[in-house]
């Protein structure tokens, strides 16, 4: 059973900066943390859970939403079995609950796909 614990949310003015970290362990037997291929989403109230960015586990390869993109990087460092999303020129609808999220094999867009989430962390961006 994979656990995963993000940390590093918080409150930060508009145009501000801030790293989300997600560290993973229980790897199921037979797999390792580079097998797995990692994502953030985010939910705001009222609204459902949205994908924000995803990495590979084979090539590291990366995919972003649209409304992030440029603005966040999503990176891993499987020696340390951790998932980073640095957050860069914050906007007021940032705002949401960020989970991380696992999933064995290649990587996916959609939240349904991804059986093992943390117990998510608020961002708050205030204008």
């Known amino acids: 059973q994979v656990q995963l614990v993000e940390s590093g949310g918080g409150l930060v003015q508009a145009g501000g900066s801030l790293r989300l970290s997600c560290a993973a362990s229980?790897?199921?037997?037979?797999?390792?943390?580079?097998?797995?291929?990692m994502g953030w989403f985010r939910q705001a109230p009222g609204k459902e859970r949205e994908f924000v960015a995803a990495i590979g586990w084979s090539n590291g390869n990366t995919w972003y939403a649209d409304s992030v993109k440029g603005r966040f990087t999503i990176s891993r460092d499987n020696a340390k079995n951790t998932v980073s999303l640095q957050m860069n020129s914050l906007k007021p609808e940032d705002t949401a609950v960020y989970y991380c999220?696992?999933?064995?094999?290649?990587?996916?867009?959609?939240?349904?796909?991804?059986?093992?989430w943390g117990q998510g962390t608020q961002v708050t961006v205030s204008s």
């Open positions: 229980g790897a199921a037997s037979g797999r390792t943390f580079t097998t797995y291929s």
């Open positions: 999220a696992a999933r064995w094999g290649s990587s996916s867009t959609s939240h349904r796909e991804y059986a093992y």
